[in-house]
């Protein structure tokens, strides 16, 4: 297992599309989190999940933004109706305990 | 909302000089943790603290975490070109589920 994998690293999209990204985290790690990263910003907490259950979202931006885990393993995050102001770099990462794994990241481009 | 300051924002140094990162909030944080970041990168783990007045050292790098663990330090001595980059710290909140809060980060550049 070589980490935490994130798809894709980019993406370019129109105003008003939805687009959904996936991360796939090391894989004996239950925990699973989404984070937001503007430019000259750290991360942004969204919303994490404890195997396949999504114990937080409140944090997460607007009711445009919804994420899964349906079998614990692999994650997805879809924006709708995507809005300039969602550009931005997406980060996943994994923890077993104290130690988080961060993917690559998707930096979202929306024009 | 946690928050999270770090001091300073930027910082240009000299190869060879010695450099301290400050992380400051008015939360307690279950455990603080320090990352590095590359343009284009996700961050990287360096070191987690847990305990309040908890030092680690990291070769070069020394982080300690305040006593009341809200706040925590990042001093790096004899700095060389390849520690350039964005230092996060990030504190983990105490309701067992170790959401990380993070700091707006200190962009480090060392000039050779």
């Known amino acids: 297992d070589t980490g935490v994998s994130q798809d894709p690293r980019h993406k370019i999209t129109k105003r008003g599309q939805n687009v959904t990204f996936r991360c796939d985290p090391i894989?004996?790690?239950?925990?699973l989190y989404w984070y937001r990263q503007t430019l000259g910003q750290g991360p942004e907490f969204l919303t994490y999940?404890?195997?396949?259950?999504?114990?937080?979202k409140s944090r997460l931006l607007s009711d445009r933004f919804s994420a899964e885990r349906p079998k614990g393993s692999f994650s997805t995050l879809e924006i709708q109706r995507t809005e300039q102001g969602d550009s931005a770099m997406y980060l996943c990462?994994?923890?077993?305990?104290?130690?988080?794994?961060f993917g690559s990241g998707t930096r979202l481009t929306v024009v | 909302t946690q928050l999270l300051e770090q001091s300073p924002q930027f910082l240009s140094i000299q190869e060879g000089e010695n450099l301290t990162v400050y992380c400051n909030s008015s939360?307690?944080?279950?455990?603080l943790q320090w990352y590095r970041q590359e343009p284009g990168e996700g961050p990287v783990l360096l070191v987690t603290v847990v305990t309040g007045g908890e030092v680690k050292k990291l070769k070069r790098l020394t982080f300690q975490f305040g006593d009341a663990r809200k706040d925590s330090s990042l001093h790096i001595t004899a700095a060389q070109p390849g520690d350039t980059g964005l230092y996060l710290c990030a504190g983990a909140d105490q309701t067992g589920a170790n959401n990380l809060f993070f700091g707006t980060g200190t962009r480090l550049t060392v000039i050779p």
């Open positions: 894989s004996e790690h239950n925990r």
């Open positions: 990462a994994s923890s077993g305990t104290h130690l988080y794994t």
């Open positions: 939360s307690v944080f279950s455990s």
């Open positions: 999940f404890q195997n396949e259950a999504q114990l937080e």
